[in-house]
């Protein structure tokens, strides 16, 4: 694959990934749904595109120097902070105040939505 459809393909994922953040802020969007948009925008960006370069680019973007970066979605009280600490070093980013009882995690505080 040549480093301009690499880059195209990247940018076409990010676009989609933005879309998807955007839909969310009106409310739930199931993996199946993020799935498909952002395959829906890769493949009008990009002539041809394969599924596998698709996975490969999602890979490339949600990855930083090989470590995963993951959102975890749901409803207030429903475990997300409880289970996104169970992985290995979590760094979080709180946008809502306050941890639940005993859990402690590596935080970027201070932040007021996903934009900063």
């Known amino acids: 694959m040549s480093d301009a459809r690499t880059e195209r393909i990247d940018a076409a994922v990010g676009a989609g990934g933005e879309l998807v953040g955007c839909l969310l802020q009106e409310g739930p969007v199931t993996p199946g ?65 306050g941890l639940p009882r005993g859990v402690s995690v590596d935080a970027i505080d201070g932040l007021a939505s996903y934009n900063e």
């Open 33 to 97: 749904q993020a799935r498909l948009i952002v395959e829906a925008v890769v493949r009008a960006a990009v002539l041809n595109a394969e599924d596998w370069e698709v996975r490969e680019s999602a890979a490339r973007i949600a990855t930083c120097d090989g470590v995963p970066i993951i959102l975890i979605y749901g409803g207030e009280g429903r475990g997300k902070t409880t289970l996104a600490c169970k992985f290995p070093k979590p760094v979080a980013m709180l946008l809502e105040r």
